[in-house]
């Protein structure tokens, strides 16, 4: 049973294009985030939800934008994405402030 | 803002010695946590700390804290070619972000 499942694992596609990344979790977690990785493995936070409420949105261009349905899940939308975009995107989750975090699989976005 | 800083940042040795990886982080803390990550995968939690604990064990994994200099290592002991991975330190700052170092490539040779 995956704990953090993003979809899809790669996803290539050309400027200016808009796309979505989904991200759900079973482990009954209040907050899930998104954080960004990039070629030399740097991981920066994007944006963090407890409970379907936004609490951390860290400067990141306002093309991208996170959804959450439910606090199960965590999606991302990014609009006219850019070369500059290319990375990969990870969804985690945590139980409690400061707990560790548990890390889906990764999403390779590429754009072209 | 970077936090956690990783060093070396990059690390080969043979099966079966050790392995010693350092963090220096910023500001105070909560606690610290170690991570791992095999390529194409997600981060793996390894460990946590707390900033009370000066040393902690988990199998053949030994973190220490040191507060007063800001830093913790991680050493792994009699290492195995399944080591072979990316190792992030990573701390909660006053925001309630978890911020991660740069990381360090361990690359176990057989």
């Known amino acids: 049973d995956t704990a953090v499942s993003q979809t899809p694992k790669y996803l290539v596609t050309q400027m200016g294009n808009d796309k979505s990344i989904k991200c759900e979790q079973n482990?009954?977690?209040?907050?899930m985030y998104w954080y960004k990785q990039d070629s030399k493995k740097f991981l920066k936070i994007m944006f963090s939800?407890?409970?379907?409420?936004?609490?951390i949105n860290e400067t990141v261009p306002n093309r991208f934008s996170p959804k959450s349905p439910d606090k199960a899940h965590l999606n991302l939308h990014i609009n006219s994405l850019e070369l500059g975009d290319s990375a990969v995107y990870f969804c985690a989750s945590s139980q409690a402030r400061f707990s560790p975090l548990h890390f889906g699989n990764g999403t390779r976005l590429t754009v072209t | 803002s970077q936090q956690g800083e990783e060093d070396p940042q990059a690390l080969s040795i043979q099966e079966g010695e050790n392995a010693t990886m350092n963090c220096s982080y910023k500001t105070s803390i909560n606690n610290l946590q170690w991570y791992r990550q095999n390529s194409g995968r997600g981060l793996v939690h390894l460990i946590l700390i707390r900033s009370n604990e000066r040393e902690k064990h988990s199998g053949r994994l030994r973190v220490t804290l040191d507060t007063s200099k800001k830093s913790s290592s991680l050493l792994i002991t009699a290492s195995r070619a399944a080591d072979t991975a990316s190792y992030f330190c990573a701390t909660p700052n006053g925001d309630d972000k978890i911020i991660f170092g740069k990381g360090t490539r361990l690359h176990i040779l057989p």
């Open positions: 939800y407890n409970n379907k409420e936004l609490i």
């Open positions: 482990l009954g977690h209040d907050t």
